[in-house]
Each structure stands twice: as structure tokens, then as C-alpha cells.
């Protein structure tokens, strides 16, 4: 058993969520409040560790009204316990979950467990299918991802993403390294893609929203 696993992003026309140096303001308005008030709907929100590197996010639901019980789990699937003790995705606005591997330094480990629940889950990577059943064990039903980009291969290949909701902005910044929507080591041959089944669209404000399942 394991969550029901929604997949969000925000995307530029030629399928960037960040610029080579990491510039990543692309949703509109409109749309960023669409994602608060999807985190408010689910039970945790998960991200990788490069995340939290790039962005030191807080994780929470502040742009639309909530009161503080409104804020999801905060994952961090992160396989050698580099999270911050810092970083605000520890700070006391929300209970945090972070996802390590046997391979950790057990002293990194031993100051994460301060200020958050760690999960051992896999030898020398983060084991996502153990993680994710870990999670469903604490009571967790739906989660949002909100990638980056490689754990948002590792999640989809893995087979354990239900559904893809994607902002796609009216802009093109081009770049070949440039972050894309799915990183990771790629499908050799198109026949073997990842199908999806488009559920519905709808224009907000200057951005385009898509919304698929993936098919079994």
C-alpha cells in the first residue's frame, strides 16, 4: 500500500522548471495559488534534496487561507542526510519526514532526527517504493510531488505516480541544461514511454493548466 500520488509542476513551453543558474519564477498568480490550495488538499508534499538546496523552501500552505493544522507532512527524499539543519524545511510550521538511506553518515542522521522523523529506507539510495509505504503507514493517503526533475523520473519509472498536473507558462527559455520536467537516465525507445490519459485543461490567467492520469 502507498499514497495516492499527484505529480505538479510549473513549466515553460519547451518544458523548463528552471533556467541552467535555477531561476524558477514561472507559475502566474493565479497558478501558485492553485498549488497552495492543492497542498492544503493533501496529506504531505515530497521533494528531493536538490530542492531544498536550490530553493530552501518552506513547504507550507501561505498563499491561500489556512489555518496552521492545514499543512501537509513535508518529505524530503534525501539518500545521504545533506538537509540543513537550517533550512526552513525544518523549522516547527509543519512535521517533516526525511527520507535517508543506510549509506547516510550516522552523525547527519543523528541531527535530522532533532527536529524531524527520518526514515531509513534502502542501501545506498532512497528505496522510493519502502518510502512511500512507510508513508502510507503513518497515515499519509495523498501526496503531492513536487519534484525537481530526477525525483520526478525516479517516481514516474518507479510506476508510483497516479497523477500529473502541469502549469504550462507562456514563455521559452531554451538551454540545454536547463532543468527539465523528468530528468534522469531517459526511455530508450518511445514505444516504452510513460502513458498518460488527459483528464481535463483550462486556461488560468496567462498560464495553461493540464491535468493527466498515468495509465496502468
Known amino acids: 500500500m502507498r499514497p495516492y500520488v499527484i505529480l505538479n509542476a510549473a513549466m515553460t513551453l519547451?518544458?523548463?522548471?528552471?533556467?541552467?543558474?535555477?531561476?524558477?519564477e514561472i507559475s502566474g498568480e493565479e497558478d501558485l495559488r492553485r498549488v497552495h490550495e492543492l497542498r492544503r488538499e493533501c496529506d504531505a508534499i515530497m521533494v528531493g534534496i536538490n530542492t531544498v538546496?536550490?530553493?530552501?523552501?518552506?513547504?507550507?500552505?501561505?498563499?491561500?487561507?489556512?489555518?496552521?493544522?492545514?499543512?501537509?507532512?513535508?518529505?524530503?527524499?534525501?539518500?545521504?542526510?545533506?538537509?540543513?539543519?537550517?533550512?526552513r524545511v525544518l523549522n516547527?510550521?509543519?512535521?517533516?519526514?526525511?527520507?535517508?538511506?543506510?549509506?547516510?553518515?550516522?552523525?547527519?542522521?543523528?541531527?535530522?532526527?532533532k527536529r524531524a522523523e527520518v526514515v531509513v529506507a534502502g542501501t545506498r539510495r532512497v528505496d522510493l517504493h519502502l518510502l512511500l509505504e512507510r508513508l502510507h503507514g503513518m497515515g499519509i493517503e495523498r501526496l503531492m510531488l513536487e519534484g525537481g526533475s530526477t525525483l520526478n523520473y525516479s517516481m514516474l519509472t518507479?510506476?508510483?505516480?497516479?497523477?500529473?498536473?502541469?502549469?504550462?507558462?507562456?514563455?521559452?527559455v531554451g538551454g540545454?541544461?536547463?532543468?527539465?520536467?523528468?530528468?534522469?537516465?531517459?526511455?530508450?525507445?518511445?514505444?516504452?514511454?510513460?502513458?498518460?490519459e488527459l483528464k481535463r485543461s483550462y486556461t488560468l490567467g496567462e498560464d495553461l493548466i493540464v491535468e493527466y492520469t498515468v495509465k496502468g
Do not use: Q, W, Y
Open 158 to 172: 518507479g510506476g508510483l505516480v497516479d497523477e500529473v498536473r502541469v502549469c504550462i507558462a507562456p514563455m521559452i
Open 53 to 87: 538546496l536550490a530553493d530552501d523552501p518552506r513547504l507550507t500552505v501561505h498563499r491561500v487561507d489556512a489555518a496552521p493544522g492545514d499543512n501537509p507532512v513535508r518529505v524530503v527524499v534525501d539518500s545521504m542526510a545533506r538537509t540543513p539543519p537550517h533550512f
Open 14 to 24: 519547451d518544458g523548463k522548471i528552471a533556467t541552467a543558474t535555477g531561476s524558477s
Open 92 to 113: 516547527d510550521e509543519a512535521p517533516t519526514v526525511i527520507g535517508v538511506s543506510e549509506s547516510a553518515p550516522p552523525e547527519r542522521v543523528a541531527e535530522l532526527r
Open 176 to 196: 540545454r541544461d536547463a532543468r527539465t520536467l523528468v530528468d534522469g537516465e531517459g526511455i530508450d525507445e518511445m514505444a516504452d514511454a510513460i502513458r498518460l
